[in-house]
């Protein structure tokens, strides 16, 4: 534990919290000169403030096992004499959430000016539970962010910079946490993007555009006449003119209670990603001002590739946009329905990140914080931090790929070092299982009740969006072994393999059983016409798995003309989604390096409904916002990969 922590102990308002909970802490310190650093650790998020002005947020996601605390310089905000800090943190208590693992409410903190200790978290802390946030709600956005939030200014007090009612001495919570210091950036807050009116409806509901796509805590301002609910809905889209607030189960909304007269309102925790915000009260309000504070990682855009087409530049900047709104404690795949780090997505994220950034730093954070993950199975998790006993196990292959890319780009040996074990641990959790056959069935079980659409196994054996990739056809749900997964183990060996041998390894081992397991896959999967089957019933062919096996070298010199046909014409066949895009074109460039072409070519049909849409960012799926069932996401960015397509393609 860090030194200026070890005094300190974890503390809460109660002695029994519950899911939902707002607790509020107060303390004091003197400074007459010097370096004040604030050192603060919370379950589940924090905001703080010194002298009533937000002086730090964001609870880095963590693992209780691993846990993280942040080191803030408030100098510059501290005063002479005096000084009140104040802290809220917002405890989730949830297991069911993919962005959060359950541990204990509690707070711990320290201030020392110049290195000696000044105030620390307590039993003597004062402390309450909020009194202008609603406690114990429990209202969920969707299943994997969590809980939105309802707040009541009428029970506002001057908490923040004067003492108030209903403090006292709080209560230790006992508990015994590593520490470690945030591992890379602290989010920035920006300027507000203030939105622009653009519709009102007879009711006077107003929507309010952003004028693009934006990642933020919401902020008001506005003059109420009277005392009375105002429901503010935020989106990425209008249908039918309004903001969907309602799909299928999920609510994107928050609630103010506004009190008569102003009310001025910005919220430190929920990040919202939205380009419109549509907002509904009993009665009508005055001089509304409502935007978004972005909440932004730190990154420089490095310089693009040269000769960009007017359309390709486009969709450049669209690309890049879509990475950094999808970028925050870590990797998420998108910023309105999920915010959830995944192997898969973040794969992609970081790859184009390294053209686009030169960002290494948080990909090394957000690939260690997946090594953190600790589950009896020896897989990976569906999300990192995340409680509920759910995953992909394909997507702990493509693990295997972000480490030896980020090793290639980054140079970076020490890390992968210390991640090796992990690493061989979550190997032999495929190849303990491999059969008779010598192929590695799919995983299954029936003791997952929170992922009914699998179900009920924790295990979803999931490869892309298309029918019978998707893990909900027969041969998933039967466990039986794929193509897909044996070809995705087969390549996760020889990143091993290569891994282990820079970092002066043997890894002759890993090189043989991916030798093995593609004979296997050739023996299984190959029909007589030189393509890949998807299954061992012999029945569906597609783009990803055909593509897979070439680049994993289960396809020999008598499949590749056949499978390069295959990839570039249009067939009866399982096409590729944008999130799987680049397997596709990895192979076509590996066949050929002529086929730069036709990747260029196809980026620009795949993308130009997108572009020609006229949004700030790429979406999940073709579709857009009309794809799973009206749900689909219009800033993803496993679909930001046209930036390592143009750097590496247009700049030979």
């Given at each position: 534990m860090?030194?200026?922590?070890?005094?300190?102990?974890?503390i809460?308002?109660?002695?029994?919290p519950k899911?939902?909970?707002?607790?509020?802490?107060?303390?004091?310190f003197?400074f007459?000169?010097?370096k004040?650093v604030?050192?603060?650790?919370a379950?589940s998020?924090?905001a703080?403030?010194?002298?009533?002005e937000l002086?730090?947020f964001?609870?880095?996601?963590?693992?209780?096992?691993?846990?993280?605390y942040d080191e803030?310089?408030?100098t510059a905000?501290?005063q002479?004499?005096?000084?009140r800090?104040a802290i809220?943190?917002?405890?989730?208590g949830?297991?069911?959430?993919l962005?959060y693992?359950?541990?204990?409410?509690?707070l711990m903190?320290?201030?020392?000016?110049?290195?000696?200790?000044c105030?620390?978290?307590?039993?003597?802390?004062?402390s309450r539970?909020?009194?202008a946030y609603q406690?114990?709600r429990?209202?969920l956005?969707?299943?994997?962010?969590?809980?939105?939030?309802?707040?009541?200014?009428?029970?506002?007090?001057?908490w923040?910079t004067?003492?108030?009612?209903?403090f006292a001495?709080?209560v230790?919570?006992?508990?015994?946490?590593?520490l470690?210091?945030r591992?890379?950036?602290?989010?920035?807050?920006?300027?507000p993007v203030v939105g622009?009116?653009?519709k009102?409806?007879?009711?006077?509901g107003?929507?309010y555009?952003?004028?693009?796509?934006e990642?933020?805590f919401?902020?008001?301002?506005?003059?109420?006449?009277?005392?009375q609910?105002?429901i503010?809905?935020y989106?990425?889209?209008l249908?039918?003119?309004c903001?969907?607030?309602?799909i299928d189960g999920r609510d994107?909304?928050v609630?103010?209670?506004?009190?008569a007269?102003?009310?001025?309102f910005?919220?430190?925790?929920?990040?919202?990603?939205?380009?419109?915000l549509?907002?509904?009260?009993?009665?009508?309000i005055?001089?509304?001002?409502?935007?978004?504070?972005?909440?932004?990682?730190?990154?420089?855009?490095?310089?693009r590739?040269?000769?960009?087409t007017?359309?390709?530049?486009?969709?450049y900047?669209?690309?890049?946009?879509?990475l950094?709104?999808?970028?925050?404690?870590?990797?998420?795949?998108?910023?309105?329905?999920?915010?959830?780090?995944?192997?898969?997505?973040?794969?992609?994220?970081?790859?184009?990140?390294y053209?686009?950034?030169s960002e290494?730093?948080?990909?090394r954070?957000?690939?260690q914080?997946m090594?953190?993950?600790?589950?009896?199975?020896g897989?990976?998790?569906?999300?990192y931090p995340?409680?509920?006993?759910?995953?992909i196990?394909?997507?702990s292959?493509?693990?295997?790929?972000?480490?030896h890319?980020y090793?290639?780009?980054?140079g970076?040996?020490?890390f992968?070092?210390?991640?090796?074990?992990?690493?061989?641990?979550?190997?032999r959790?495929?190849?303990?299982?491999?059969?008779?056959?010598?192929?590695?069935?799919g995983?299954?079980?029936?003791e997952?009740k929170a992922?009914?659409?699998t179900?009920?196994?924790?295990?979803?054996n999931?490869?892309?969006?298309?029918e019978?990739l998707?893990?909900?056809g027969?041969?998933?749900?039967?466990?039986l072994p794929?193509l897909l997964?044996?070809?995705?183990?087969?390549k996760?060996?020889?990143?091993?393999?290569?891994?282990?041998?820079?970092?002066?390894?043997?890894?002759s081992e890993?090189?043989?059983?991916?030798?093995?397991?593609n004979e296997?896959?050739?023996?299984?999967?190959l029909?007589?016409?030189?393509?890949f089957?998807d299954?061992?019933?012999h029945?569906?062919?597609?783009?990803l798995?055909?593509?897979?096996?070439v680049?994993?070298?289960?396809?020999?010199?008598?499949d590749?003309?056949?499978?390069?046909q295959?990839?570039?014409?249009?067939c009866?066949?399982?096409?590729?989604?944008?999130?799987m895009?680049c397997?596709k074109y990895?192979?076509?460039l590996?066949?050929n390096?002529a086929?730069?072409a036709?990747v260029?070519k196809d980026?620009?049909r795949?993308?130009?409904?997108?572009v020609e849409?006229?949004?700030?960012?790429?979406?999940e799926?073709?579709?857009g916002?009309q794809?799973?069932d009206?749900?689909?996401s219009m800033?993803h960015?496993?679909s930001?990969?046209?930036i390592?397509?143009?750097?590496?393609l247009?700049?030979?």
């Amino acid at each position: 534990m860090n030194q200026l922590l070890c005094n300190a102990k974890w503390i809460w308002c109660n002695a029994n919290p519950k899911a939902d909970e707002y607790g509020e802490f107060v303390d004091k310190f003197f400074f007459n000169g010097g370096k004040a650093v604030l050192k603060i650790s919370a379950d589940s998020n924090y905001a703080a403030y010194l002298n009533g002005e937000l002086v730090a947020f964001g609870q880095y996601a963590d693992f209780p096992h691993d846990k993280v605390y942040d080191e803030i310089d408030i100098t510059a905000h501290c005063q002479s004499g005096e000084n009140r800090l104040a802290i809220i943190v917002w405890y989730y208590g949830i297991d069911t959430s993919l962005v959060y693992y359950l541990g204990k409410a509690a707070l711990m903190y320290t201030v020392a000016v110049d290195g000696d200790v000044c105030c620390q978290s307590d039993e003597t802390t004062l402390s309450r539970m909020s009194r202008a946030y609603q406690n114990h709600r429990c209202k969920l956005i969707t299943n994997q962010v969590g809980f939105s939030y309802t707040y009541d200014a009428n029970k506002e007090d001057a908490w923040l910079t004067a003492d108030c009612e209903g403090f006292a001495p709080s209560v230790v919570v006992e508990q015994t946490l590593p520490l470690r210091v945030r591992p890379c950036k602290r989010l920035e807050l920006r300027a507000p993007v203030v939105g622009k009116e653009c519709k009102r409806f007879r009711d006077g509901g107003v929507i309010y555009d952003l004028g693009g796509e934006e990642v933020g805590f919401l902020q008001m301002e506005f003059t109420a006449p009277y005392e009375q609910s105002v429901i503010i809905s935020y989106g990425e889209h209008l249908e039918d003119g309004c903001v969907r607030r309602l799909i299928d189960g999920r609510d994107f909304s928050v609630v103010y209670r506004a009190k008569a007269g102003k009310n001025v309102f910005l919220n430190p925790f929920r990040r919202l990603g939205a380009a419109y915000l549509e907002v509904h009260s009993e009665l009508p309000i005055d001089d509304m001002q409502i935007a978004l504070r972005p909440t932004m990682y730190p990154l420089e855009e490095k310089p693009r590739p040269k000769g960009l087409t007017s359309f390709q530049n486009k969709l450049y900047d669209m690309c890049v946009r879509t990475l950094v709104l999808c970028a925050h404690e870590h990797y998420e795949d998108c910023p309105w329905r999920e915010q959830g780090l995944y192997a898969m997505d973040s794969r992609n994220q970081m790859l184009c990140g390294y053209y686009a950034f030169s960002e290494y730093e948080f990909a090394r954070a957000s690939l260690q914080l997946m090594s953190k993950d600790n589950r009896e199975d020896g897989l990976l998790s569906c999300c990192y931090p995340m409680s509920m006993d759910f995953l992909i196990p394909s997507f702990s292959l493509h693990y295997f790929t972000s480490c030896h890319e980020y090793m290639k780009y980054s140079g970076d040996e020490d890390f992968i070092e210390e991640i090796f074990p992990k690493l061989q641990s979550i190997l032999r959790a495929f190849t303990d299982r491999i059969g008779d056959d010598g192929l590695v069935p799919g995983f299954v079980d029936t003791e997952c009740k929170a992922a009914a659409y699998t179900g009920g196994s924790r295990y979803f054996n999931f490869y892309e969006w298309r029918e019978g990739l998707d893990g909900c056809g027969p041969e998933a749900k039967d466990g039986l072994p794929d193509l897909l997964l044996n070809t995705l183990l087969s390549k996760a060996l020889q990143h091993m393999a290569a891994m282990a041998e820079q970092l002066g390894k043997d890894g002759s081992e890993y090189v043989s059983l991916s030798d093995a397991i593609n004979e296997a896959v050739r023996r299984e999967y190959l029909g007589d016409d030189h393509l890949f089957y998807d299954f061992g019933s012999h029945q569906t062919k597609s783009e990803l798995g055909n593509a897979l096996a070439v680049l994993c070298g289960a396809a020999k010199e008598e499949d590749l003309a056949a499978i390069e046909q295959f990839l570039l014409t249009d067939c009866d066949k399982t096409p590729v989604t944008l999130s799987m895009r680049c397997f596709k074109y990895d192979a076509l460039l590996k066949l050929n390096a002529a086929n730069a072409a036709f990747v260029l070519k196809d980026i620009e049909r795949t993308y130009t409904p997108i572009v020609e849409y006229g949004g700030t960012t790429v979406w999940e799926d073709e579709g857009g916002c009309q794809s799973f069932d009206a749900a689909g996401s219009m800033c993803h960015g496993w679909s930001a990969l046209p930036i390592y397509y143009y750097h590496t393609l247009l700049n030979q």
